[in-house]
Structures are given as structure tokens and as C-alpha cells.
DNA sequence: CGCATACTTGATTCGCTTCAAAACTCGTGG
DNA sequence: CCACGAGTTTTGAAGCGAATCAAGTATGCG
């Protein structure tokens, strides 16, 4: 766990400190480890696997705010109610830590808190980029950022330009990432399939054929 | 300048950091302060005036990522290259820090750094709020939530549950905020305003009739 | 007063959703 | 090994909400 994470250029002790409070877990595909509107527990580093960030209207819309992946951290400090559920996409291994003693760690040592402070800064430059996706990317633009998105993410490395990898998300769930619907996110990626420009060997996996087409079809982003 | 934004609770060794590293600075309305990509020189507190941070496709489509109100942080440290443009809706007045001063001082002044974290994790909060009301909702629950949304902000006190305010943003703005075309905006409120939940008693300025029934339009936020 | 800009309103189009059903995937048990 | 069934994905047809196209009407500034 020394690379990966906020542990990442702590020293020993503050590694220490932050071995005595986490405590290992893990979550089956599909469990949840915080519900909106709760109280906020825990804060965590995700070990492996792929978590999601959701939040729901009234009557019951889903929108996905964020994905997690290893190395992420995952919760809000200094937040008495959990704002977003938390929900593993794949099965997941998390290292938890107690949300009040966590916080205070923080504050006494600053490097960590620093390193949160710049984590966030990315996240908010990440959530805001996926502002502009969602409200003026069409459909087709939507579907190929978002593979693009996972590639980077999961591709482990180009073969001769190609990718190959398996999806994290049913296509529901990437519709609820992408605010469209199962049937519109289908369509766009039998599309791209036609097109040439992706290939889908099966249900959950995904190879990239040309990058830089899909690039173009992603559009800015 | 001392009660607002991120001055409020330091020390005063640390509010003399400041003042020495600030500069007073006014934009008009229009005016930017940072275009996207190019180096982030500055950060700021907002003073007084509302800024809209925006971004844009390569074709042009723009989508206004985030609006920046009194008291608010402006910037993003540590990033070389400025990610969202940052442009005045009203008048504004900033006290501006160039960037790099800024990150030493933040560095040395542990009380700063954590106001700073502590607002960076509640604008990510607000941004993925944002990302339901993009994906999710319907112009008409995307406008109605809007105008709660500056009710919030602008509006000074309720009056026997009226409050009127005046719109920093015109139409194309709002349509630019919501992911929503300047017509369908215009259609919306004029609804709103046929079913008496709000009033239009100029083309900037608006009155909050029947919060609650507003509140029900928007749905969920 | 006149022009430019902003806003409203109407008619039409289009992209995405909705509704419906067929095809596929995969785990289970005969 | 294959038949079965639940869940997921694909595909098709129809409908709808918001975009687009196009005037027309305020608003505000020189």
C-alpha cells in the first residue's frame, strides 16, 4: 500500500500513523459502502477495483458524479452527512479510516493534508470538465470520451496503437455516467463499432481500434 | 477585506502575509481575468461583483463550469496552465496574489492551506450537484432550480416570502450555465411567470412569488 | 431618434427518449 | 453437454422535448 495513494511521499511516521487507524476491507461488485444522506463514517484509499460516485433526483434519476479508480481517495472530509453515494462497480479492496481521527491526522500533518488539497483541486478540475461533457456533448461525442476516459484509465498499454480492456460499467451504469439513456448508449457504440473505429469481442470488453478517429469524434475533450 | 473570504479566521501575522502579497484590482463587466490555457499567473479573492469560470468545445459550444460570488477563492494553485476562463458578469472588484507568492505563503501558513482545502472540497461538492442538474433534469427543473439558486445568493432578505434580485447573467448565460439553448431559458421563465410562481418586472430582474412551489419544479435539488 | 443588443414568440426539425420486442450472455440444473 | 431462464444488450418504431430557424418586440446607449 506505499505507493499507491495518499501514502505516496509521506514520511515513516505519518505512514504509521495512518497504519494504526486504516483497517482493510473489502466490497463485493454492486455493495455500497456509504449512502447519500447518511452519516459520514468513513474515508478510505481504494486499493483496487473501480467505485462510483452517484447522486438521485427525487423521483429517482441516477447520475454517476464520479468515478474512483486505485491509488484514489475516496470520501469527504469535515462533511457531517455523506453527500454522494458510494458504490463498488467492481469488487474492491479499500483501506478505511474512521472519518473524526482521520481529520484529525490531518491536521497534524501537514503533508498529507497538502497532498488531499491537491487531489481535490484535480477532482474539481475533473468534475468540471464533465460539466462541459454533459451539458452541450452530443450523444456520439459523450460515448467516445467516455471510452477514451476508461482506456487511459484501464488500458493497461498499446499494442501497435490498439487497447484492449473490460469494462467496469454495465451500459446502464454508462448511461447514468453519461447522462443518456441504455438504449441511446448502445446505439452510439454499435456505431462506432460500424465505423471501424472500436471493437466489441464481447458484452464487457472493449478494444480501441483508432484512437485518433475516436478522438475526433469525442471532440474537444 | 478582513471578514470575507479565505482572511476571515487567520491570524493577523498571517493576514499581514497576505495584504503584502495582494493587489487590488477591478474588472468590468466582460472583462477577463484568465483565459483558458493560457499560464495561470494569479490567484484571487473575490471582492465584491460575481465571476462565471466557463469552458468551451473546439467548435465553440461554451458551458459555464462554475459562478464565483463574494467571498469566494479564485484561481487554482499548483496548476501551470489555467484550465476554465475566468470572466466578470458584473463589475468586480478582486484582490489579486500572483500564483506563485501565493503557493509559498500557503505552504508556510498551515491555517490558510486548510480554509483553502475546506473550500476546494465543498466547490466539489457544489460541481457534482451540478453534474445531476446537467445529466438529469428538464429545462424547466433546470431553470427553476437556477433561480432558487441566485434567490440563494443575491437575494438580500424575504420580504413576506418575496424577494426580488437582479440577474448578473443575461439569457445566453443562463442557457450557457444550464446546457440549455437562450430560447428554451426564455420559454421557461416566461412559463414560470404565466403560472405565478415568479415575476419578470424587467428583463434583469427577477421576483421570487411562491418559493415553495418553485422549489417543487425543481425537483429533488 | 436610430441603431445594436437582448429578449420573446412561433414554426419546424432533429436527437434522444420511450416503448416494445428480439437476440445474446451466462449461470444452473437436468 | 445441452436446455432453460433471468438479466443484459441490441434493434426497431413512434413520440416528445429541446434545438434550430426565423421574425418580431423590447431595451438601452450614443
Known amino acids: ?97 474512521p472519518r473524526k481521527p482521520f481529520e484529525a491526522a490531518l491536521e497534524n500533518h501537514v503533508r498529507m493534508e497538502r497532498l488531499l488539497l491537491r487531489r481535490t483541486l484535480a477532482a474539481l478540475d475533473e468534475a468540471r470538465a464533465r460539466m462541459l461533457m454533459l451539458g452541450r456533448k452530443t450523444a456520439e461525442e459523450k460515448v467516445a470520451s467516455f471510452l477514451l476516459d476508461m482506456a487511459g484509465h484501464l488500458g493497461g498499454q498499446q499494442k501497435a496503437c490498439e487497447v484492449t480492456f473490460d469494462l467496469p460499467l454495465t451500459r446502464s451504469q454508462i448511461a447514468d455516467v453519461l447522462g443518456l439513456t441504455i438504449e441511446t448508449v448502445s446505439r452510439q457504440m454499435t456505431k462506432l463499432k460500424r465505423d471501424g473505429l472500436i471493437g466489441l469481442p464481447s458484452n464487457r470488453l472493449v478494444t480501441i481500434r483508432n484512437r485518433n478517429a475516436l478522438r475526433e469524434r469525442a471532440e474537444s475533450a
Open 1 to 97: 500500500m506505499r505507493d499507491i495513494s495518499l501514502c505516496g511521499s509521506l514520511t515513516d511516521e505519518e505512514l504509521a500513523v495512518l497504519n494504526r487507524l486504516g483497517r482493510p476491507r473489502q466490497l463485493a461488485r454492486g455493495e455500497t459502502l456509504a449512502w447519500a444522506g447518511s452519516e459520514a463514517l468513513v474515508c478510505a484509499n481504494l486499493l483496487s477495483g473501480v467505485l462510483k460516485l452517484s447522486a438521485m433526483t427525487a423521483d429517482g434519476r441516477e447520475q454517476i458524479v464520479g468515478l474512483l479508480y486505485p491509488a484514489d481517495f475516496v470520501g469527504r472530509p469535515f462533511a457531517e452527512e455523506v453527500e454522494h453515494s458510494i458504490t463498488a462497480l467492481t469488487d474492491v479492496e479499500l483501506c478505511v479510516f
